[in-house]
Each structure stands twice: as C-alpha cells, then as structure tokens.
C-alpha cells in the first residue's frame, strides 16, 4: 500500500546530554570547534543530530544569520559537519584582513609581549613573512623601556638555538620581554633568570 516504515520516517535520532557550549568565537572559528569537539569527546557525543542541535544552540543571533539557510533547512545527512565547515567558511576573516590586523592594528594592550607574538603567529596563519620584519613588528609595539631593556642586553638574547629563521630569536626576546613588562615606576627591575637569559640589574627611568 505503499507505507513509509516508521524506522525511514523518523527524523535524527538526538541523545540526551547535559552540555553547555561557550558563545560561538567568530574571531578564530577554527580554534573554538577544537575546544567544542574536546566536550564532545569527554561525553561521549558522537550522534551527529545531537553535535548539530547543541552547535544551533551556541550561535549568537548575528551569527546564526550567516547560516540560516542550513538552520532553516538543515541537510539531511551530516548537518553538523557541513553547518561546521560553513561558519568557518563564512565567519573567518579573510586572510587580506588577517594580514592587514597583523601589519598595523595588532597592539600589545593588556597582554604579555609572548602573548602579543602567539596572536601575531595566528594572524600570519601559512603565510610566510621575512624573520626581520616580523622581529621589527613585535618590538615596535612593547614599552620604549623594554625596548631599551632588550636593545641593551642584544648579545645575550641572539643564542643558538632558538632562532626563528635567521638571527631572530623571537621567542628568547619575549621570555626576557615578560620579564620586564610594566614594572612598578620608578623601582628596580626584577631580573629573570632562566636558562637561556641573565641580565644584570637596571634601574630604568618610568618616563622613558
């Protein structure tokens, strides 16, 4: 008589798990949907209706505007997936823009001069950029005081071994740079030893 079996019409199979996922990260999709699908692995989540339903439940309004055509019509197999490849296709920021944040906007703010060099790492994405200039960049946007802190002990940060490409030795510079970033005015500096640096005691002027 031509019935539908009940197992063909019944939609998505969703299991029942009590998981809160963070607001969706639209400044790095890619990174947010590696901490979402860590939840998903602690609990056991593998349905793919159920991934699905709790990233729906995630977006923010703006957001969930880019995709309303997968929301209000979601494909009939691997919707979480294909929503999955369609934020990041659509909410990443293009690489000009990527690029262009990394060459003039990047500031260094509240966060350590390390911090500030691993944002600029994500920004230049596959992208290759001269050693120098990427050095030039970084120590452009710290304190004149640790500038003239790193400038002064030069000889002491360019070690084997820890270079990024040439003589850059990004990463030493800022292991000694978070040691020194936004001292108390007008007090010594704590010296940071560790196994790749040892500078001898300053006193900078706060009003450099």
């Not at 071994?161 to 292991?175: F, K, V, Y």
């Amino acid at each position: 008589m031509g019935c539908v079996s009940a197992s063909a019409a019944a939609p998505p199979a969703i299991s029942s798990v009590s998981l809160k996922l963070p607001p969706y990260w639209p400044n790095d999709p890619t990174l947010w949907f590696t901490q979402v699908e860590a939840q998903f692995t602690t609990r056991h989540i593998t349905v793919d209706a159920t991934k699905y339903a709790y990233l729906v439940g995630s977006l923010q309004p703006e957001i969930a505007k880019e995709v309303c055509d997968l929301l209000l019509h979601p494909p009939q197999d691997n919707r979480y997936v294909q929503l999955k490849k369609a934020l990041i296709k659509r909410t990443s920021d293009s690489d000009q823009k990527r690029l262009r944040q990394l060459l003039t906007a990047e500031e260094l703010g509240d966060r350590k001069p390390s911090q500030l060099y691993r944002r600029m790492l994500q920004l230049l994405g596959d992208r290759t950029l001269e050693p120098t200039i990427m050095k030039q960049l970084l120590l452009s946007r710290l304190p004149a005081n640790v500038q003239l802190i790193l400038a002064s002990a030069k000889d002491q940060l360019d070690m084997p071994g820890l270079n990024i490409g040439g003589n850059c030795h990004l990463p030493n510079i800022c292991a000694t740079a978070d040691c020194f970033f936004r001292p108390p005015r007008g007090t010594a500096l704590t010296i940071c030893h560790n196994s790749h640096t040892s500078i001898a005691d300053s006193t900078i002027d706060p009003t450099i």
